[in-house]
Nanobody, 123 residues
């Protein structure tokens, strides 16, 4: 069992930066692949970034590649999403999730989800 709590969301101007954190609990956190997803009003939840349990492999959505960076600190049971050069189109509720798989970009392959944190980017 893994429990996840996101933090770090907020309101930022276009071009600004935010760092999201996802604190996990449970013995299996350090062996879980981790992902960030987002959901804007009226849209489906979409993949943003994923990181393998050992940090060796990553996936990014094309829309965030080069602007967002996912990382983890297993000693702190925490995963991060550094978001730079934010755009109004990045406005959404951001969720972190954990999977028993090594790495995944697919929503249904994730087993545990946080409650989400709101990110709003003003133009």
């Amino acid at each position: 069992q893994v429990q996840l709590v996101e933090s770090g969301g907020g309101l930022v101007q276009a071009g600004g930066s935010l760092r999201l954190s996802c604190a996990g609990s449970g013995r299996t956190f350090s062996s879980a692949g981790m992902g960030w997803f987002r959901q804007a009003p009226g849209k489906e939840r979409e993949f943003v970034a994923a990181l393998s349990w050992n940090g060796d492999s990553t996936y990014y959505a094309d829309s965030v590649k080069g602007r967002f960076t996912i990382s983890r600190d297993n000693a702190k049971n925490t995963v991060y999403l550094q978001m730079n050069s934010l755009e109004p189109e990045d406005t959404a509720v951001y969720y972190c999730a954990a999977t028993r798989r090594y790495l995944s970009r697919t929503t249904y392959e994730y087993d545990y989800w946080g409650q989400g944190t709101q990110v709003t980017v003003s133009s």
